[in-house]
């Protein structure tokens, strides 16, 4: 079990339920700073802990856990989402997808390459083709 992985999806859970990390803390009577560490990885959750966190977010706690079939239910649910208008969903799509569920520290990386404007996205592209190329070669 991976901290990394815990203190992912306990945010994310909580994140996507649009609680700050007091709202949390309130509801399991518990300090914010609590909440903190989880987020952080500096402490793991308890078993009871756990099991709080599983009902307030409605998951198993394998969910929380970050086992890996949650990533197929959420493929799943991606796919049911992006196939419904007659597209055939992009199995290297869902590959992407699973390797930034899989690297959640990446995701803020992409996520600032896709705010940048056209041109410099294109001299990141650029840029990035030109050095997988060079480490294909080696």
């Known amino acids: 079990m991976s901290s990394d992985n815990i203190s992912y999806y ?4 909580r994140e996507r339920r649009g609680w700050s990390q007091q709202e949390l803390a309130d509801q399991l009577h518990i300090s914010r700073a609590v909440v903190s560490k989880w987020e952080t990885g500096t402490v793991k959750p308890g078993i009871v802990a756990l099991e709080k966190l599983s009902n307030l977010f409605g998951v198993p706690i394998d969910h929380i856990l970050g086992r890996h079939y949650l990533r197929d239910v959420l493929l799943e649910d991606y796919k049911q989402i992006y196939s419904t208008d007659g597209r055939d969903f ?3 799509a869902a590959l992407l997808l699973d390797y930034l569920m899989a690297h959640p520290s990446e995701k803020e990386l992409l996520r600032r390459y896709l705010h940048l404007p056209g041109n410099k996205q294109e001299i990141v592209f650029e840029t990035m083709k030109k050095l997988i190329e ?3 070669k080696n």
């Open 134 to 136: 060079q480490l294909e």
């Open 90 to 92: 992009d199995q290297e």
């Open 10 to 13: 306990i945010k994310f859970f």
